[in-house]
């Protein structure tokens, strides 16, 4: 059995859905990847990658929880609550999300670590609903998650393309059921090349 460790904010949680565990993207993935994989939803609503943010990830009983699991592939989403005035700060980001990377590289399982740059945010009223920000993303979370993809040799799933409305998110963030599946189709799809080698690193 090949263990999936899925860890984010609420977008992984399934924050919207009616019944997260069963629409959201981990619950679709473990559908997907069949009976050989076994697929966790380590997702905790507003967490932050950011040590000192309003909601740390690293705080949460949740954390602890996926590195007691010893996950063989790590899924890790997180960057759209940093977006938040109050929690963004470039070095800062870059200092903490790589030491959360780099808990789950040296657990010793040795998981096959996958940084995942999310989702756009969209302001369909016009402005922040949610106090996140677009422009943070673009310009601060998702570069800084790429550049700290490359310097580390780690897989990168950027899904900013995914969506270019708010069609399938009413506040402009969270997937609604049929976002939850195109979102667990464009993970699925970028894992699947990576399979047949077993997953860890």
Not at 23 to 37: C, K, N, R, T
Not at 51 to 67: A, E, I, Q, T, W
Not at 112 to 117: D, E, M, N, Q, S
Not at 189 to 200: H, T, W
Request: glycine share 8%; proline share 7%; hydrophobic share 40%.
């Amino acid at each position: 059995m090949i263990r999936v460790a899925c860890i984010g904010d609420s977008i992984t949680w399934g924050f919207t859905l009616l019944k997260p565990g069963k629409q959201s993207y981990p619950a679709l993935l473990q559908e997907m990847l069949g009976p050989e994989y076994e697929v966790r939803n380590f997702g905790f609503n507003d967490a932050a990658a950011r040590f000192d943010s309003d909601m740390p990830y690293v705080k949460r009983r949740v954390y602890r929880n996926s590195l007691a699991w010893q996950p063989d592939i790590v899924l890790l989403m997180l960057g759209t609550n940093d977006t938040k005035r109050r929690n963004w700060d470039p070095d800062i980001f870059r200092r903490d999300y790589s030491a959360l990377v780099d808990a789950y590289r040296n657990l010793p399982s040795r998981p096959r670590v996958f940084l995942i740059a999310p989702i756009r945010i969209f302001l369909p009223m016009g402005f922040p609903l949610l106090g996140l920000y677009p422009e943070t993303m673009e310009e601060g979370v998702r570069p800084a998650i790429r550049g700290i993809a490359a310097e580390k040799g780690l897989d990168l799933i950027d899904l900013r393309d995914l969506f270019t409305d708010s069609t399938y998110m009413m506040d402009g963030v969270h997937p609604q059921q049929k976002g939850a599946r195109m979102l667990a189709e464009a993970i699925f799809e970028a894992l699947r090349p990576n399979l047949a080698a077993g997953g860890s690193r």
